[in-house]
């Protein structure tokens, strides 16, 4: 479904920073993936760049074998839009909105009209549990709810690639753990999930992991 071929990422500081070398990596439909690394090895780069966020320095970068090097950025944000669902370490919530407008924004971004995304939006948070508190303001949930507001609002869009960027990295082991359990069953459900963790044990119960050092991919 995404394939990485050859990409490589410089960031122009210094004598120019490498941070990808020549990275190549297929993902199919339905997979759950796992990025490992140590801080600073490139993972959120990695992910920036499958998820149309970033551009690589060079190589190539394909969605269901249509490459997206030649896109230009309106169209790799409509593509974005459609394709990718992500979700933050930190959440990202808009803090004056309620959870269930939170996970509107995308649609309103994609201009859906009210009662579709009321509805889509209502779908979505009854996936993850927080229909119960679609009318609380983020600074009223838990850490674990929060990040289930986030992960409908990467749903909400119906994307074919959800990428998580570290998503258990703020809460308890106990949330977090939560949180993992939810992206199992999203998977189960059939959805192409790519997660980067810090934590062993949680990669330990992935089928399957790749590793990022010194810029290149080791696959499990
Ligand atoms: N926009 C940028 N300009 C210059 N250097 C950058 C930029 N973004 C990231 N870097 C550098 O690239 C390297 C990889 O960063 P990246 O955020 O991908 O790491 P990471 O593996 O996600 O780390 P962490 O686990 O701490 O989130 C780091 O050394 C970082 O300082
Ligand atoms: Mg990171």
Redesign the pocket.
């Known amino acids: 479904m995404i394939t990485l071929d050859h990409i490589t990422k410089t ?3 210094g004598g120019g ?1 490498t ?1 990808l070398d020549d990275v190549c990596l297929d993902i199919a439909q339905g997979e759950y993936l796992g990025i490992l ?12 760049i499958m998820g149309l966020l970033d551009r690589p320095t060079s190589g190539h970068l394909a969605f269901d074998g249509r490459p997206v090097n030649a896109l230009d950025d309106k169209e790799l944000s409509t593509m974005r839009g459609r394709l990718v669902g992500f979700v933050f ?1 930190s959440f990202h919530l808009v803090p004056q909105l309620s959870v269930s407008e939170n996970v509107e924004l995308p649609l309103f971004y994609q201009g859906v009209p009210r009662r579709q995304r009321r509805a889509r939006a209502a779908k979505a948070l009854d996936e993850v549990g927080m229909s119960p508190r679609r009318g609380h303001l983020p600074a009223q949930l838990s850490g674990g709810e929060r990040q289930r507001t986030a992960i409908a609002r990467a749903l909400v869009t119906e994307p074919a690639l959800i990428l998580a ?2 998503p258990t990295g703020n809460l308890d082991s106990r949330t977090g753990g939560d949180i993992v359990a939810l992206l199992e069953r999203l998977h189960g459900e059939g959805r192409t999930i790519v997660m ?1 963790t ?1 934590d062993r044990d949680i990669a330990a119960q992935l089928p399957r992991v790749v590793h ?1 050092r010194d810029g290149k991919l080791e696959e499990q």
């Open positions: 960031y122009p500081v920073l941070v690394g140590p801080s600073g090895s490139g993972k959120s780069t990695m992910l920036h370490q960027d570290e980067i810090h990022i």
